[in-house]
């Protein structure tokens, strides 16, 4: 059974940095690709960041880029999503999610954890 297992939100003031960690169980993620995902209350979800797990091929979202760096530790199954330079509209609840094969569909999400950037 895929488990995603997101950890590292919190309260954070503009400007500050956090580092979000999706420890992945389950199954073989050589051919994944590892995705940070977010949604703010009232909006539609967003794509953030993404990571393929073969190679480590990375893209972002225009409105991180810069700031949010997506890495992974292949010995620990974990992706994190460092982020810097956080703004209040960085708010949202932050989700990972898994393809079964790189450029596939994210079939697997975690429950997701709550990023709040005060001003």
């Known amino acids: 059974q895929v488990q995603l297992v997101e950890s590292g939100g919190g309260l954070v003031q503009a400007g500050g940095s956090l580092r979000l960690s999706c420890a992945a169980s389950?199954?073989?993620?050589?051919?994944?690709?590892i995705g940070w995902f977010r949604q703010a209350p009232g909006k539609e979800r967003e794509f953030v960041a993404q990571i393929r797990w073969s190679g480590g091929l990375t893209g972002y979202a225009g409105s991180v880029k810069g700031r949010f760096t997506i890495s992974r530790d292949n010995a620990k199954n974990t992706v994190y999503l460092q982020m810097d330079s956080l703004k209040p509209e960085d708010t949202a609840v932050y989700y990972c999610?898994?393809?079964?094969?790189?450029?596939?569909?994210?079939?697997?999400w975690g429950q997701g954890t709550q990023v709040t950037v005060s001003s």
């Open positions: 389950g199954r073989t993620f050589s051919d994944s690709t």
């Open positions: 999610a898994a393809t079964l094969v790189a450029g596939g569909d994210y079939d697997y």
